[in-house]
């Protein structure tokens, strides 16, 4: 599935939110070029995500990441959840991927204001997975999916347990989640979701 990018533009500057899978590499050049952002944020290293992270260190743009994602964008861990109960493949996936040097990385922790933006801690997908929040709105990176409903509309899912580092710390991020005063959520897959449809999904056990 697509993975979302995002382009933030403020006054204090400009940073993309994730890069897309690596198929896209070249795309993802074309858009830094068009775009010329201060810096590249990538919200977790999941390939579908973080796969053009090389391209911008190339381009001398420093790539933003909570720190415990740092190892797998450098490629010294290569756990990846995908295909989900297959971690060899996952790991030779991983392996395939081209890395980002470590002196391109910038560590972002919670509650750092990036152009605006506030840095929110999101475990449980991946554990420094880490979203954006202003004005009500929460870039939420794979904490909460869109998904179709079954009856023509689309719901807040949650990714299955396979591909969850931690599931149950997922479940607690999105009620966490929930609980924020939000006028929309933007998930790293799909399109944008409503409060309502989030503390639904935020309300089930499992
Ligand atoms: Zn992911
Ligand atoms: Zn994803």
Redesign the pocket.
């Known amino acids: 599935m697509y ?1 979302n990018v995002f382009l933030l533009s403020s006054p204090q500057g400009r940073v993309v939110v994730d890069t897309g899978a690596l198929t896209y590499a070249p795309a993802f050049g074309r858009l830094l070029r068009q775009f010329r952002p201060d810096a590249v944020l990538v919200t ?1 290293a ?1 390939v ?2 973080a796969g053009g992270a090389f391209v911008a260190a190339r381009w001398g743009l420093p790539v933003l990441a909570h720190p415990l994602e740092h190892p797998h964008l450098t490629g010294e861990r290569h756990e990846l ?1 995908y295909p989900a109960g297959m971690p060899r493949v996952g790991a030779v996936i991983s392996r395939l991927h081209p890395k980002v040097p470590a002196r391109a990385l910038r560590s972002v922790e919670a509650g750092e204001d990036l152009w605006g933006w506030q840095v929110i801690h999101l475990p449980g ?2 554990h420094g ?1 880490i979203g954006l929040l202003r004005n009500g709105v929460l870039i939420a ?2 904490a909460v999916l869109s998904a179709p409903d079954g009856r023509g509309g689309m719901r807040a899912a949650l ?1 299955h347990a396979p ?1 969850n580092a931690d599931h149950a710390q997922a479940i607690h991020t999105l009620r966490q989640i929930a609980e924020l005063d939000l006028r929309v959520i933007v998930p ?1 897959h799909g399109g944008p979701l409503t409060p309502g449809q989030v503390r639904e999904r935020a309300a089930r056990d499992i």
């Open positions: 993975a977790h999941h579908d995500h959840p997908h991946s997975q990176a794979d990714p591909y790293g």
